[in-house]
DNA sequence: AGTATGACCTGATGGC
DNA sequence: TGCCATCAGGTCATAC
């Protein structure tokens, strides 16, 4: 490895590769390092080194490049999992619907700005928070929802992020895999950058509001408080 | 506990 | 043509 984790990195092994909520976990038999690419991270396989190479991985058999221009990507280590890491919330793949609900129930706030939070409920970010609750009908200033609400947006989320995951993920401007692919879910999306365009569900105007300062994507005909 | 604001960072975009 | 302001968003620090 080159670049600042090489002193405590170098000859060990990756014994196992895992995802943690937005987190790569890289497991070494010392600890484990997670890696977050922010917005614009990059984890190439035998990529081209960029100007904004953050560090590089020499491996038996491949380099792997962290390249990241806006660098707002990071990199954690922990000899069990890094605290930032161990201290986020459940997996919305993992927790089941009426866990969900229960959770959802103990908190106060904007719908958006807990989905957002990543010790709520880890691994959704702005793009998947406005599709979840578009597709569930629940407007984004929700501040208490039933709890058969609640059971039906954990459903919409679960099934946005797996066509998400089938589809490569949403390469709006810099997301590609680590074969420099681009994912293709920014074709499927029904309110995330549509402002004024035509809801799929109704043909209202898709409205656009700041929310937890993020730009919020909704239709005010198909999603109620 | 919630909400808001600013900082970080660079490229794309629009106005003049 | 070119300069400048603005925006995008994940997380964290800080303040109310």
């Known amino acids: 490895m080159r670049g600042a ?3 405590l990195l170098a000859g060990h092994t990756v014994l196992e590769v895992t995802r943690h909520g937005k987190h790569i976990l890289l497991r070494f038999d010392h600890g484990t390092l997670a890696i977050h690419l922010g ?19 020499v491996m038996d058999g491949c380099r792997l490049l962290f390249d990241d221009i806006r660098q707002f990507g990071r990199m954690a280590w922990g000899s069990g999992l890094p605290a930032n890491v ?17 959770r959802l129930r103990g908190k106060r706030g904007r719908v958006k ?16 928070v406005d599709e979840a609750l578009h597709r569930a009908g629940v407007h984004p200033l929700a501040s208490s929802l039933s709890r058969a609400r609640a059971v039906r947006l954990h459903g919409e989320i ?12 949403s390469s709006i401007s810099d997301y590609v895999d680590t074969e420099g692919r681009r994912g293709s879910f920014q074709d499927r ?24 300062q993020r730009g919020t994507h909704f239709c005010p005909n198909c999603q109620r408080k």
């Not at 700005?113 to 998947?128: C, D, E, P, S, W």
């Open 113 to 128: 700005a807990v989905l957002l939070n990543q010790v709520f409920l880890r691994g959704l970010g702005n793009i998947y």
């Open 86 to 102: 161990a201290r986020l919330g459940p997996d919305p793949l993992e927790i089941s619907a009426e866990a969900f609900a229960e």
């Open 158 to 169: 679960v099934a946005v992020l797996k066509e998400a995951i089938a589809g490569g993920g």
């Open 39 to 57: 917005m614009t991270g990059k984890l190439l396989v035998d990529g081209v080194p960029t100007a904004y190479l953050r560090a590089e991985f």
């Open 5 to 7: 984790a090489e002193p």
């Open 189 to 212: 999306h029904r309110v995330y950058g549509r402002e004024g365009e035509a809801c799929l569900g109704c043909g209202g105007a898709v409205k656009r509001i700041v929310v937890a």
